[in-house]
């Protein structure tokens, strides 16, 4: 008998004293959360239950509830502040609620208790990463990857970084780190291969997407990036066929006109492009009628020397007037900082530039590109002089002829903003400076001459057909009024495009109007 009154008695302690935590428990069961934590707030039943409070958090957490999920960890953090459960889970916990100097604060005291923690330091560079920290936070993915160096997914995060970072360079070396522990993976392939791409090295990009593709041949994303670079490189030819009208006060031009263009890029620093102009005109001045055919050919090269940097030369000349028509040779810059692009480019040459007088001329040009978010920003100058030609001066007995060189300066801003996405409109200002020093009845020559304009522009495409329309007005200091029109439909058909477009151009002097046909493609 006093064994069976001591069995009752412990009975009877036990159900006292973890009667509320089995209705905790039971509450947990029924995923009444709410309930559970209402009975949680009885700290004379469940004082210092750390289990419990740690499962609600979990608990609220899994389902979403963020704010709550924080204040049960924050229940456990008060018992021990140590607890290395809570620490993680709370650093997490405010990091996706963006509260990140709460969420760095639980990551470092993390890293105060065990100093190789890489659940820690991963935290801190994925929250410095959403922060565009990108210094700080590679920093963080290196210390992680010191203690576990063959964690897979913070190599990728790191190669992401150092690619928002703009360090294409030190992405493709964590991408090599990859492979050099596992070279089964087509996503390290594949991602040399795009930085190479990026860097427009298009032939080591290829090689490095082909391996992708021997590891994971069904995958069509890399597959099309393959098929995008290569399209690059392949031959890309085209030919334009166009009539043409020109109308001046004392004559008017009409001509055909067939150009030729075969371009390819021979390697990764060098491409090559062969443009071949021919014409038909006749010219009708007062009723005197000339024919003339025109040939002119030229050759462009433009070798890469660095990622931001290329220079080109061209040289061309005619059959039909045994002259070399353009000597040239030039420096590209490139450069962006996120949405901020800048394109420099400086030529100096010699051009054979209107070839019904045989005049050429010699100069030096610069072009300055600006792109930002929606906004286009250009402007650029161009100055030389005119070889020895006819010219007029002013004397003692009026206007003469003489021959004698002719020096000239032009320079041009112009601003365009998008004002919608679908279909692309767009809308610009523009003003151009042009000043010839003598007067010249060969070619034209305006005099201290300012234009003033605006444009627009409508751009839309569908599937595989896109119309274009453009228009502007200028006025010049003058008060002379010119317009401009343009417009133009195309067609692509998988590598083949196809376009036809119209032209106009009229001031109180001149007028050129245009109807073109296009056709090209890569091969």
């Known amino acids: 008998m006093p064994k069976f009154y001591l069995i009752s008695f412990l009975i009877f302690i036990f159900t006292i004293l973890f009667a509320d935590d089995s209705l905790v428990i039971e509450a947990f069961t029924n995923g009444d959360l709410q309930q559970a934590e209402l009975l949680l707030q009885d700290e004379d039943i469940t004082k210092n239950n750390l289990e419990l409070w740690r499962q609600l958090g ?135 291969g795009k930085m190479y791409w990026w860097q427009d090295k298009p032939f080591l990009a290829l090689g490095n997407y082909k391996k992708a593709i021997e590891l994971d041949p069904e995958n069509k994303e890399i597959i099309q990036e393959f098929k995008n670079i290569k399209n690059a490189v392949n031959w890309n030819i085209s030919a334009k066929y166009f009539g043409q009208s020109e109308i001046e006060e004392n004559y008017q031009i009409d001509s055909f006109n067939q150009q030729y263009s075969i371009s390819k890029r021979v390697t990764d620093i060098l491409s090559l492009n062969i443009n071949s102009f021919l014409q038909y005109a006749q010219k009708d001045e007062t009723d005197f009628i000339t024919e003339k055919y025109y040939d002119t050919t030229f050759l462009k090269s433009n ?73 286009d920003f250009n402007c650029g100058y161009q100055f030389g002089k005119v070889e020895d030609n006819t010219i007029s001066i002013l004397s003692q007995n009026g206007n003469s002829s003489v021959s004698s060189y002719n020096s000239f300066l032009n320079y041009n801003f112009r601003f365009n903003y998008q004002v919608l996405k679908s279909p692309i409109i767009e809308i610009g200002s523009n003003y151009r400076f042009i000043d010839y020093q003598y007067e010249s009845s060969l070619y034209y020559t305006p005099i201290d001459r300012k234009i003033l304009g605006l444009s627009g522009s409508l751009y839309y495409p569908y ?53 073109s046909f296009i056709i090209g493609g890569n091969f």
């Open 303 to 375: 070798l890469k020397i660095t990622l931001k940097n290329e220079i080109n030369f061209t040289i061309g000349g005619s059959i039909s007037d045994s002259v070399f028509t353009i000597i040239e040779g030039g420096w590209q810059f490139k450069t962006n900082w996120k949405n901020l692009k800048v394109t420099n480019n400086i030529n100096l040459g010699n051009e054979y530039f209107y070839h019904w007088e045989r005049v050429r001329r010699s100069y030096i040009q610069e072009d300055l590109i600006i792109n930002w978010q929606k906004m």
């Open 58 to 192: 979990f608990a609220y957490k899994e389902n979403g509830e963020t704010e709550k999920a924080i204040s049960g960890y924050q229940k456990v953090f008060s018992f021990n502040n140590n607890d290395y459960d809570a620490l993680l889970a709370l650093a997490r916990l405010y990091f996706h609620n963006q509260q990140f100097e709460l969420s760095r604060q639980y990551f470092r005291k993390i890293l105060t208790i065990d100093s190789t923690d890489v659940e820690a330091f991963l935290g801190l560079a994925r929250m410095e990463k959403s922060r565009e920290n990108f210094s700080e936070s590679i920093i963080y993915y290196n210390s992680a990857l010191k203690y576990l160096p063959e964690h897979f997914p913070a190599l990728f995060e790191l190669a992401n970084v150092y690619i928002y970072s703009d360090n294409l360079q030190n992405a493709i070396n964590t991408y090599h780190r990859i492979l050099e522990i596992d070279n089964t993976w087509s996503e390290a392939w594949s991602g040399i």
């Open 463 to 515: 599937k595989c057909v896109y119309f274009y329309l453009g228009s502007g007005v200028n006025f010049d200091n003058y008060r002379e009024l010119e317009t401009g029109l343009d417009a133009e439909f195309g067609v692509d058909l998988r590598g083949l495009s196809l376009s036809v477009s119209f032209s106009n151009f009229k001031n109180q002097y001149y007028e050129s109007k245009s109807l």
